[in-house]
């Protein structure tokens, strides 16, 4: 079946600096993937929609100058997060679909951690 | 504006019986829903998924109803195991598969021996 793998699943770094997650689909090609966060004990929010060869549609209060998003292929899609801050600690959860009528997989998702 | 609802935060289910997790939306446009299991400090995992033009949809131990005048969708799990213990996500998308999902808030179900 479909996986998507996600790279790194835990990272602790300091306040200032920035993080890159990557995500990629093992045995198929995503045009689209799509970023979440989730905060402790709450659902999953979706943070942009990384699109291969355009730029990355982020959703009403996500800070794209903060949350960098490149679909450099139809198979990899990195998620930077620039100058972190503590309040930007939290779970990132990757997915990707192989088609517009296939449910959505996801990667096993990146504890970040600010210090 | 919470589009998709799982107004049960946690559940407690005797193990061998019936599992019965319940979601409401409240956008008509979503057209496809979906079930998501998950464990802490994992990433979901497909479980199940329905197409606003069916009204059900069963894959071995797991079903889903789906009843769209009422705007609510459940998924039954018969019989609860262990390893069922875990959260539930429901998810709904629109726009034939274009836009993410849109999550509930989850459920704990629980299965006690």
């Known amino acids: 079946g479909a996986v998507v793998s996600q790279h790194p699943s835990r990272v602790i770094c300091k306040s200032g600096t920035s993080v890159k997650i990557e995500c990629r689909s093992l045995?198929?090609?995503?045009?689209?993937m799509f970023w979440y966060r989730q905060f402790p004990k709450k659902s999953l929010m979706l943070m942009a929609t990384s699109n291969e060869g355009s730029k990355a549609t982020y959703e009403q209060g996500v800070e794209k100058d903060k949350f960098l998003i490149n679909h450099a292929s139809l198979t990899l899609s990195t998620l930077t997060v620039t100058s972190a801050h503590p309040e930007d600690s939290s779970f990132y959860i990757c997915s990707a679909s192989s088609g517009l009528s296939s449910p959505l997989h996801f990667g096993n998702g990146t504890r970040l951690t600010v210090t | 504006d919470q589009q998709v609802k799982q107004n049960s935060p946690s559940l407690s289910v005797q193990e061998g019986r019936i599992s019965i997790l319940n979601c409401d939306y409240t956008n008509s446009m979503f057209d496809y829903f979906l079930w998501y299991k998950k464990y802490p400090a994992e990433g979901p995992t497909f479980l199940i998924s329905?197409?606003?033009?069916?009204d059900k949809n069963e894959d071995g131990r797991f079903t889903v109803f789906l009843n769209k005048s009422a705007k609510h969708l459940s998924l039954h799990i018969v019989p609860s195991q262990p390893g069922d213990s875990a959260v539930y996500f429901c998810?709904?998308?629109?726009?034939?598969?274009?836009?993410?999902?849109?999550f509930g808030k989850g459920t704990h179900l629980i299965i006690q021996p």
């Open positions: 998810a709904a998308r629109k726009g034939g598969g274009a836009d993410g999902l849109t």
């Open positions: 045995d198929f090609q995503a045009t689209t």
């Open positions: 329905i197409s606003s033009i069916k």
